[in-house]
């Protein structure tokens, strides 16, 4: 069934009831039916019982069907969206060591719409949100200040 | 009113109208069971073992229409249940089952029979609830009835930690449900189901395919109807024997892998398939790239999930088959039924060169002639339960069922042991019909400690033993594809069938002649008690026709025109 040759990655935004082990509920259906989960982020939705997830997966047409229809199954699942125009973002952390060049970091990050967040005694600490695209250029950049920490958030998405 | 949690429980079951539940004690549920105990607004029934329990309940659900439930304890009670859920979830049955849980204070921490059954039980049930506090025991008590019996049908569990059945509280049940994440589909989108309409008319060998949801949905009367109305030859799945009625001129009988040859040539050869309550199983389709390759597909299911999840569907249909049909119906008015008659003729001839047949014998039972005679015995009246095997296939293949609920056994997990628990529920639904459980000297083995149950409350249900010494349906792939090596298939030790039956309160009969088949069916009818019949049936037979796993539909393995020597 699965055409790798259209295996292509894609974003949808899952709007569940927000009671307990609704998590284990989405991703047992992903392990169960052997659909990848690439990234997931989840948070409840301000003033509601709900929450939202935004999963990061992989697959053709026919697999992002039966993983939508297979969502909407669940009795917790109370919208499925599958992002066609979205503007999607990712936030990384990253430490690097004082030793480094500080400025130089400081404009890397600026320039991958972030900054300096925490300067300690040993460490700096900087943050950048943008587009996943992006976050992974930043990283690769990020490599020649010697980095001792980097931690991905998982990518968020809205239709535009 | 003020009641603790347990009382909470058994009100909830009486509320939902349940007579009777099947069950099985234990340190978590104790609560509940001294309520039960207390009561007169249900019968209980204590089986041997929580799987039995669960397949009692879902045998009963199956025989009725209406929601099975079963009551077991934490651990143990609670995994020993699994194999129930997932039968039922396989087959779409609605069923509540309740479980104990330790108290909330010692949940994840290992405590004494302390399991994570929603963790377990999530890929196999519609729904599953941990119970936290007594505040939302009713609420949650009530969506699990309604979430087992709406939309596609489904197990729901209810886990409830032993605390909370004992804690007291006000308790009000409520008249509704309101779960806003929860809306299925029922009505089926007009537009489709004309455009699906046209798409009928317009074919020139169009065919029913029958299925399950057809006998979850109560929609037969309008199914046959539909049929006669457009004099469209028609083909049931396994869970659908019983739709079209044995003797319909146009229903060709089963598909698959062991469906007949008119019904295979019919889906091969087919431009268009009417999908009704049918999930296009692999054991339905055999190779996928092959399965009704000049067919558009109708398909109607009020699951969106099954529709195009194994083959492309031209006419998509969401909605409950009754809904469904009682628009479609009026829409065919005009149907120029002649269009159809040259395909009609053709499978005709199809069903006359390879008719569903076998070789009998004057020497030994052949396991085809004891489901043929039963039906003769028995026939319409009776409701026929089966485990999983060969007995299974020769039942579904050969007994002469009229009606949906007739046929009771597990398709999609294909359950051993299944089929005598589930006789156990359906008599108790139907204590005046004849039940009858069809199985096999492996299948029955797994749950017979029922006999005991049977026993003391007085269920007569009448075990025939199709016993060809043998774990039948693997010896018969072990036969055509493993060379004749018979590995640990060979059930030549067995016990003393009659004397095993007799030991645990029933009786018992051993059959090796066509007449003593006959006087024991007779007798045991009349004895009016839970019986093993064991039948010594020919040892080598096969399940034919067959389609080799994973083989095209119109490739079978037809069976012999003439004797054939065992081994």
Not at chain 2, 122 to 127: D, E, L, N, S, V
Not at chain 2, 182 to 188: H, S
Not at chain 2, 262 to 291: P, W
Not at chain 2, 489 to 516: H, M, R, S
Request: aromatic share 8%; net charge negative.
């Amino acid at each position: 069934m699965t055409n790798n040759a259209t295996n292509e990655k894609r974003v949808i935004s899952v709007i569940v009831m927000n009671e307990s082990s609704v998590l284990s509920r989405i991703t047992s259906m992903f392990a169960a039916r052997g659909y990848n989960i690439e990234s997931l982020t989840v948070a409840p939705i301000p003033e509601s019982d709900m929450s939202h997830m935004t999963i990061e997966t992989r697959g053709n047409a026919k697999v992002m069907e039966q993983i939508t229809k297979q969502l909407h199954k669940l009795i917790s699942v109370y919208k499925v969206i599958e992002h066609e125009e979205m503007i999607e973002k990712e936030m990384v952390l990253a430490k690097f060591p004082i030793a480094e060049n500080l400025a130089d970091i400081s404009v890397l990050a600026s320039a991958y719409n972030g900054g300096v967040v925490n300067v300690g005694k040993d460490m700096i600490i900087v943050m950048v949100a943008d587009e996943p695209k992006r976050i992974k250029y930043f990283i690769e950049a990020a490599q020649r200040y010697n980095p001792c920490e980097v931690v991905r958030g998982g990518v968020v998405a809205i239709e535009r | 009113m003020q009641m603790s949690g347990a009382q909470m429980v058994c009100e909830a079951i009486i509320a939902e109208g349940i007579k009777i539940v099947f069950g099985y004690p234990g340190g978590a549920i104790m609560h509940v069971y001294d309520e039960i105990y207390k009561q007169n607004g249900f019968e209980h029934i204590l089986t041997r073992h929580e799987q039995a329990a669960v397949h009692a309940a879902d045998g009963y659900a199956r025989a009725t229409g209406e929601v099975g439930v079963a009551m077991v304890t934490s651990g143990p009670g609670f995994t020993n249940a699994v194999t129930g859920l997932a039968t039922a979830y396989m087959d779409s049955i609605p069923l509540v089952v309740i479980s104990g849980q330790v108290p909330l204070s010692l949940i994840g921490t290992d405590g004494f029979q302390e399991i994570d059954a929603v963790g377990i039980s999530r890929p196999c049930t519609k729904h599953n609830f941990l119970v936290r506090s007594l505040e939302e025991l009713p609420r949650t008590l009530k969506e699990a009835f309604y979430l087992a019996r709406s939309g596609r049908p489904g197990p729901i569990l209810v886990d409830i930690p032993k605390d909370i059945t004992v804690e007291i509280g006000s308790f009000s049940y409520p008249d509704s449900v309101s779960i806003p994440s929860y809306k299925p589909t029922y009505k089926g989108n007009n537009r489709q189901i004309e455009k699906a309409t046209e798409a009928i008319k317009k074919a020139k060998k169009p065919l029913f395919y029958i299925g399950g949801g057809v006998v979850l949905s109560n929609a037969y009367q309008l199914v046959r109807e539909l049929v006669e109305k457009t004099q469209i030859p028609v083909v049931e799945t396994l869970m659908a024997r019983g739709v079209m009625g044995a003797k319909n001129p146009l229903l060709l009988g089963m598909l698959g892998m062991h469906g007949n040859y008119a019904s295979n040539m019919a889906m091969s050869e087919t431009d268009l398939v009417i999908s009704l309550g049918a999930r296009f199983d692999d054991r339905v389709t055999g190779k996928l790239s092959e399965f009704a390759k000049y067919a558009d597909i109708i398909h109607v299911d009020i699951d969106p999930a099954n529709i195009a999840k194994l083959v492309d569907v031209d006419y998509p249909i969401v909605g409950d088959i009754s809904a469904v049909l009682q628009k479609m119906l009026p829409l065919l008015d005009n149907i120029n039924t002649d269009r159809y008659q040259t395909w009609r003729e053709i499978l005709k001839r199809y069903d006359e060169l390879h008719p569903q047949s076998y070789v009998d014998s004057d020497e030994v039972i052949k396991p085809q002639w004891a489901i043929e005679r039963l039906g003769e015995l028995v026939g319409e009246d009776a409701i026929i339960t089966s485990d999983v095997g060969q007995h299974q296939m020769w039942a579904a293949q050969h007994y002469p069922f009229d009606r949906p609920r007739q046929w009771i056994n597990s398709g999609g997990l294909g359950t051993m042991g299944f089929g005598f628990p589930a006789a156990i529920g359906a008599k108790k639904a139907y204590p005046k019909k004849t039940v009858i459980n069809i199985t096999g000297d492996g299948s029955i083995l797994m749950n017979m400690q029922e006999l005991v149950t049977a026993a003391e409350y007085k269920i007569p249900v009448i075990n025939i033993i199709l016993n060809n010494h043998f774990l039948g349906m693997v010896r018969q792939w072990q036969t055509f594809f493993y060379e004749k090596r018979y590995s640990e298939t060979d059930l030549t030790f067995q016990p003393n069938w009659k004397a095993l039956a007799e030991a645990c309160g029933g009786i018992g009969y051993d059959v090796t002649t066509k007449k003593g088949f006959d006087a024991a069916v007779k007798d045991a009818i009349k004895q009016n008690k839970v019986c093993f019949m064991n039948v010594a049936v020919n040892r080598f037979e096969n399940v034919l026709p067959m389609v080799p796993s994973g083989g095209a539909l119109f490739n079978m393995m037809l069976p012999p025109k003439t004797e054939i020597g065992e081994e």
